[in-house]
């Protein structure tokens, strides 16, 4: 049997059409959770880690989700006008501001689907350590071949940065 490579064009073709698939999922993915929940992804996160934690700091929010504390106060901010968490500064510091989530908050955490990145990082962690070194090593490739090696990306699938996502759905001029 005759090894056939495929022309150069055609795999560089299939490699946009891969990410262009990629860049559709994690954007359809986002609208269907905005629709059905009315939080974003990095949203439900912190609802999440607040729920799983109880009454805890802004800053181990924030170093627990992976997010600068700026970040996860502006979120926090919105998530409160919602009435899905309380903040308030802690007696013991007054320094500290701890958040809690609200009875609607866990009743909103209870009819939430599961977010994309928990589906990705099981069916992930199920390959072999080779393949993740792999795959990893292939993006940072094309993270670098596009000039995006100096951008900012938090852990989290989102088709617009965090910041950005978050101002739109509070104003309700999501393009989610």
Do not use: C
């Amino acid at each position: 049997m005759v090894d056939k490579m495929l022309p150069e064009r055609e795999i560089s073709d299939n490699v946009l059409i891969a990410l262009r698939k990629i860049i559709q999922a994690i954007d359809l993915n986002s609208k269907k959770l905005v629709k059905r929940v009315g939080l974003t992804g990095p949203q439900l996160v912190i609802l999440q880690e607040i729920s799983r934690l109880g009454t805890v700091s802004v800053g181990e929010v924030a170093k627990n989700v992976s997010l600068s504390q700026g970040t996860v106060t502006g979120i926090l901010e919105r998530m409160e006008k919602r009435g899905v968490v309380v903040r308030q500064r802690s007696s013991q510091d007054k320094r500290r501001v701890m958040v809690r989530i609200t009875e609607s908050g866990e009743e909103l955490l209870s009819n939430a689907p599961p977010i994309m990145q928990e589906s990705f990082l099981g069916k992930f962690s199920q390959l072999q350590g080779w393949e993740k070194t792999m795959i990893l090593s292939a993006l940072q490739r094309l993270v670098f071949m596009m000039d995006a090696k100096t951008m900012i990306a938090e852990p989290f699938l989102s088709a617009t940065p965090i910041e950005e996502t978050e101002k739109k759905t509070v104003a309700g001029t999501s393009s989610l």
